[in-house]
């Protein structure tokens, strides 16, 4: 791929940067906060977007910004996988924003300031992860992100909040310092963190032994972001915190952040070529895979609505490292378009529960009787992407289990399709009773007569319908099939 000299990647990482002090010194102006907020939403969008073309193009805009040492630096590299990733963070940012305006308005809440200025410090950290050229880049922001998240994960300052705070910043910190030690490793071997189509540790002649140690830390560092099992439990408990951060949790930064880094680990760091010499996809894949079964299973036990929809996100991230892990054309592309599709469909789902917490108060599925016909655009839009997510067509969940299932049949893994089968049969089973409820259940006390404010009610709407536009057109507007085609081929033909 040709490398190109740009300042925009620089641009999209800082541009909600530049917003934080604005928002700050408009602590008591709120709209004036609020239209910072947006204005960076829709700065950062416009900046990322217009990379696209370059990067269908195979070209890959670079910046750097500081040398430490010889094969050591800061540096951004917009290649065709960090844009993917941007596209979807940036792109739903704007809606997140919006919803969290009437969200905050709707409920009073307090420290909006701070809980705006962390938002807009949360998506500058995953841009910068988006576009890290290596491995000492990537692991500078994600810490930026871990930190920048945790004033969010404890915005209601109750005694359960700062509890799931403390262990969100265990889990977190301590898979930062794996990291550590993991990137020191690879730089001993191979004199260099810069992410390499192929593989930057292949052709290093790795012993076996070596390689499974190294993978595993790699994998534990990137692995709590991901929720893999049993590093999940700092997931659940972060649901105390208010919905527009679940959603920024489940759908546009920090989960998310996870799985790209096992892309990264997987595609750009030990490659195609070192996975199957060592049998490191079938590591890898076995956790997915015992992942995406549990994390269906426990979701049928909650009935807080937010915390099934944790479990729901557990279980689908790791969709996206199976899909990593088969090592085919077709299933790396099929992870890959479940970023997208699970960051739509889950967005707006935890979209829905927030309406209807702040319009009706109700955070358990057993109180949701009825709550279709009082609540219709929410409940639709609810409706549509849990089908989605159990992959029911013509949402784009489908489509990404499509080529997931296609990918295990091409990688000669049938026992990963079998998985993805058993498991939208989960997803069926938790979300079907929760649709039932609101539709065929007399409305109970307390179930209003009306939708939550508009300015809540919008976001989840278009989400939803960007869910179904896009299982119909995969490439519409940002070209997610396209990219994710490009990347598993690049990825698949650079091995040795």
């Known amino acids: 791929m040709e490398l190109v000299h740009s300042s925009i990647p620089l641009y999209a990482v800082f541009a909600s940067l530049f917003a934080i002090p604005l928002i700050l010194l408009s602590s008591r102006h709120p709209d004036l906060r609020e239209m910072w907020t947006m204005l960076a939403a829709l700065t950062k969008f416009v900046l990322v977007i217009s990379l696209l ?67 807009a410090l949360c998506l500058s950290a995953t841009i910068g992860i988006a576009f890290s050229a290596n491995l000492l880049t990537f692991l500078v922001f994600y810490e930026i992100l871990t930190i920048a998240t945790y004033p969010l994960v404890i915005h209601k300052g109750s005694l359960a909040a700062l509890q799931a705070g403390r262990k969100y910043l265990v889990y977190t910190l301590s898979a930062g310092v794996i990291l550590i030690i993991a990137l020191a490793w690879t730089h ?70 996870g799985v790209f880094g096992v892309m990264r680990v997987v595609g750009f760091v030990f490659g195609p070529v070192l996975m199957r010499e060592h049998g490191l996809d079938f590591l890898l894949a076995a956790a997915a895979a015992i992942t995406i079964l549990l994390g269906s299973l426990l979701a049928f036990r909650q009935d807080n609505l937010k915390r099934l929809l944790a479990y729901s996100t557990i279980g689908h991230l790791s969709y996206v490292v199976l899909g990593a892990a088969l090592l085919s054309s077709a299933g790396m592309t099929g992870g890959l378009m479940h970023i997208a599709a699970h960051a739509t469909m889950k967005i707006t789902l935890f979209f829905c529960a927030g309406a209807i917490y702040v319009h009706l108060r109700k955070e ?104 179904a536009a896009l299982g119909i057109l995969p490439n519409a507007g940002v070209h997610f099939h396209d990219l994710a085609t490009l990347i598993a081929s690049t990825v698949l033909g650079s091995g040795r």
């Open 364 to 467: 358990n599925i057993s109180e949701l009787d009825g709550i279709g016909k009082t609540m219709p655009w929410t409940m639709g839009a609810f409706t549509v992407t849990a089908l989605g997510l159990a992959g029911i067509p013509p949402v784009n969940g489908f489509v990404s289990k499509w080529f997931l299932g296609l990918g295990a049949i091409e990688a000669d893994h049938l026992w990963a399709l079998a998985v993805l089968l058993v498991s939208g049969l989960l997803n069926a089973g938790y979300f079907a009773p929760i649709i039932y409820r609101a539709y065929f259940r007399t409305p109970g006390k307390n179930s209003g007569t009306s939708e939550a404010p508009a300015m809540m009610v919008a976001p989840l709407v278009i989400t939803a319908l960007l869910s």
């Open 188 to 257: 001993q071997i191979a004199g260099s963190l810069d992410f390499k189509a192929g593989g930057l540790l292949d052709g290093f002649g790795l012993q076996a032994g070596t390689a499974v140690f190294l993978f595993v830390l790699f994998l534990a560092g990137v692995g709590v972001k991901s929720a893999i099992m049993p590093l999940h439990s700092w997931l659940p408990a972060a649901m105390i915190a208010p919905t527009p951060v679940s959603a920024l949790l489940h759908a546009v930064a920090v989960v998310k952040s």
């Open 53 to 119: 073309p370059d990067a269908l193009a195979g070209r890959i805009l670079t910046t750097d910004l500081v040398d430490i040492s010889p094969g050591v630096s800061l540096s951004l590299a917009a290649d065709p996988l960090g844009v993917f990733f941007a596209l979807i963070a940036s792109g739903l940012w704007i809606l997140t924003s919006l919803y969290s305006i009437g969200y905050m308005r709707g409920l009073r809440e307090k420290k909006q300031t701070r809980y705006f200025a962390s938002f």
